[in-house]
C-alpha cells in the first residue's frame, strides 16, 4: 500500500512539473510569436530602448561564446577534481576537505563572484571587460555542478571493470584515460553542456565582468559582448512599455537551452548503448 501511495505521489509531481514547464514555455511563446522573424535572429538591436527595434544576434554570439568559454575554463578543472577524488585521493581528511571546498564554492552567490572578477580581473589585471573576465566567474559558477556529476558517473562505474583492468597489468593511468573516460564519456559531456546550460541563464556575473549593451558581435576573448540574459535584463531596466521583445527574447533563450538539454539525453543514452553493446 505504501509503494503504490509513493508511486502516485511521484506522478501527480511528475505531471504538475511538466505542466508548469509546458506552460511556461508555451505562455512565452505565445506572448513573443510575434516578434520572432529572421531579422530578429540576425540583426543588431536598434532604438533608444535597447533592444526595441532589430533583432539580437549579437546577444545570441556573445552568450554561445560566454557559455563556451566558461564550459573550458570550468569543466577541465572539474573533471581533473573529479578523477583525483576517486582514483587518486588515499587521505579521507584531504578527501573530506576537498568535498568541503566544492561544497563552499557552490554557495558562493553569483553576484560575489561577479564582484570578485571585477575587482582582481578587471581592475587588479587590467583585462577589462571581456569574455574571458566573465569566463572566469561563469566557470568557477558551473565547477561544483560539474564536479559532482562528474564524481558521481566515476564512482557508478562497475568495479570489475577497473578490477579487471588492474589485472591484466594496466597501469592507473592507461585505466583511467583509457578505459573510464570513454566509459563516463556520456555522462561527461551531459554534465559539461548541462553546466553550460546554467551558466547560459546566469546575468550577475554578466553586468560587472564582460557584458555590455549595443556590443557587436564578438570576435575574440578579449572583446565584450552582449548576452541574452542581459539583454532582458537591459530592456526590462530601461523601462520598455512593450514586452513583445523581451518575452521574443526569453523564448530563444529557452529554446537554445531546451535544444542543449534534449542534445544531452540523446548523447548520453546512444552513449550508454554503445557502452553496453
Given at each position: 500500500?505504501?509503494?503504490?501511495?509513493?508511486?502516485?505521489?511521484?506522478?501527480?509531481?511528475?505531471?504538475?512539473?511538466?505542466?508548469?514547464?509546458?506552460?511556461?514555455?508555451?505562455?512565452?511563446?505565445?506572448?513573443?510569436?510575434?516578434?520572432?522573424?529572421?531579422?530578429?535572429?540576425?540583426?543588431?538591436?536598434?532604438?533608444?530602448?535597447?533592444?526595441?527595434?532589430?533583432?539580437?544576434?549579437?546577444?545570441?554570439?556573445?552568450?554561445?561564446?560566454?557559455?563556451?568559454?566558461?564550459?573550458?575554463?570550468?569543466?577541465?578543472?572539474?573533471?581533473?577534481?573529479?578523477?583525483?577524488l576517486v582514483f587518486y585521493c588515499r587521505s579521507r581528511t584531504l578527501e573530506r576537505l576537498l568535498h568541503g571546498v566544492i561544497r563552499?564554492?557552490?554557495?558562493?552567490?553569483?553576484?560575489?563572484?561577479?564582484?570578485?572578477?571585477?575587482?582582481?580581473?578587471?581592475?587588479?589585471?587590467?583585462?577589462?571587460?571581456?569574455?574571458?573576465?566573465?569566463?572566469?566567474?561563469?566557470?568557477?559558477?558551473?565547477?561544483?555542478?560539474?564536479?559532482?556529476?562528474?564524481?558521481?558517473?566515476?564512482?557508478?562505474?562497475?568495479?570489475?571493470?577497473l578490477r579487471a583492468s588492474y589485472a591484466l597489468g594496466c597501469s592507473r593511468r592507461y585505466t583511467v584515460f583509457c578505459i573510464v573516460?570513454?566509459?563516463?564519456?556520456?555522462?561527461?559531456?551531459?554534465?559539461?553542456?548541462?553546466?553550460?546550460?546554467?551558466?547560459?541563464?546566469a546575468t550577475a556575473p554578466l553586468i560587472f565582468t564582460g557584458g555590455v549593451a549595443y556590443a557587436a558581435a564578438p570576435s575574440s576573448?578579449?572583446?565584450?559582448?552582449?548576452?541574452?540574459?542581459?539583454?532582458?535584463?537591459?530592456?526590462?531596466?530601461?523601462?520598455?512599455?512593450?514586452?513583445?521583445?523581451?518575452?521574443?527574447?526569453?523564448?530563444?533563450?529557452?529554446?537554445?537551452?531546451?535544444?542543449?538539454?534534449?542534445?544531452?539525453?540523446?548523447?548520453?543514452?546512444?552513449?550508454?548503448?554503445?557502452?553496453?553493446?
Open positions: 500500500m505504501r509503494g503504490k501511495g509513493l508511486r502516485i505521489w511521484a506522478l501527480i509531481s511528475f505531471g504538475l512539473v511538466m505542466a508548469v514547464i509546458v506552460f511556461l514555455f508555451v505562455y512565452v511563446g505565445i506572448q513573443g510569436a510575434g516578434t520572432i522573424s529572421w531579422e530578429f535572429l540576425t540583426q543588431p538591436p536598434r532604438g533608444a530602448i535597447l533592444g526595441l527595434e532589430g533583432g539580437i544576434w549579437p546577444a545570441i554570439a556573445g552568450s554561445l561564446c560566454f557559455t563556451l568559454t566558461a564550459v573550458v575554463l570550468g569543466g577541465i578543472p572539474a573533471v581533473a577534481w573529479a578523477l583525483y563552499c564554492i557552490a554557495g558562493i552567490p553569483s553576484i560575489v563572484l561577479g564582484l570578485f572578477a571585477y575587482s582582481f580581473l578587471v581592475q587588479e589585471l587590467a583585462w577589462g571587460r571581456c569574455i574571458l573576465s566573465s569566463g572566469v566567474a561563469l566557470g568557477i559558477m558551473i565547477l561544483p555542478f560539474i564536479e559532482v556529476r562528474a564524481e558521481k558517473a566515476f564512482r557508478e562505474l562497475p568495479e570489475r571493470i573516460l570513454p566509459a563516463c564519456r556520456g555522462e561527461l559531456v551531459s554534465g559539461l553542456i548541462l553546466g553550460g546550460c546554467y551558466a547560459m541563464g576573448l578579449m572583446a565584450p559582448a552582449m548576452a541574452l540574459p542581459l539583454h532582458l535584463y537591459l530592456l526590462l531596466a530601461q523601462g520598455a512599455t512593450s514586452f513583445d521583445t523581451a518575452y521574443g527574447t526569453a523564448f530563444v533563450m529557452m529554446a537554445l537551452l531546451l535544444i542543449n538539454n534534449l542534445l544531452v539525453t540523446l548523447y548520453a543514452a546512444r552513449s550508454q548503448a554503445k557502452w553496453n553493446q
